[in-house]
């Protein structure tokens, strides 16, 4: 068993959280997370372009840096009978009330609150929230 171990962790490379929107909402929300969330950028954008004319526009493969994590984001042309789901979430550690604050509210906007903002006994100051993307954020701050 330990040279199976082994051998897979030779052979990964990397191990990144994965997005995939439905339709064309991928661009929207990594714009909208760079310019959200400090230390963050995109860093590729893979259109499906002449490989696929019909999605020419939509995102085949990006990859963005959200607060300094690699994220892995693509838009699916191919409606799914699934989305999303809170029980997998990108964490945000906070350095000021402000902060936690202003990315909260912006995250709430067209979203909803799963755990409001607030004093919780693990926590000096946190909240879960899903954001329009339908992407579950949880922030904190100790």
């Known amino acids: 068993m330990v040279g ?7 052979m990964t490379s990397s191990v990144l959280p994965f997005l ?3 339709g064309n909402n991928a661009e929207e ?15 590729t954008i893979q259109r499906y372009g002449d490989s696929n004319p019909d999605f020419a526009e939509l ?3 990006a990859t963005v840096s959200i607060g300094g994590q ?6 699916s042309p191919i409606k ?3 989305d ?3 029980s997998f979430s990108l964490f945000v550690e906070c350095e000021s009330e402000e902060e936690i604050k202003t990315i909260t509210s912006a995250l709430e906007e067209g979203g909803k609150v799963l755990m409001p903002l607030d004093s919780y006994d ?6 879960w929230v899903e954001d329009r993307f339908g992407v579950s954020w949880q922030l904190n701050r100790a």
Not at 4 to 10: G, N, Q
């Open 59 to 61: 995102i085949m493969a």
């Open 70 to 75: 690699s994220v892995r984001v693509f838009d």
């Open 84 to 86: 999303f789901t809170p």
């Open 4 to 10: 199976i171990s082994l051998t897979v962790r030779e």
């Open 29 to 43: 929300a990594i714009n909208f997370y760079v310019d959200l969330i400090p230390n963050s950028r995109i860093e």
């Open 122 to 127: 693990f926590s000096t100051q946190f909240a």
């Open 80 to 82: 799914h009978n699934f």
């Open 20 to 22: 995939m929107f439905q």
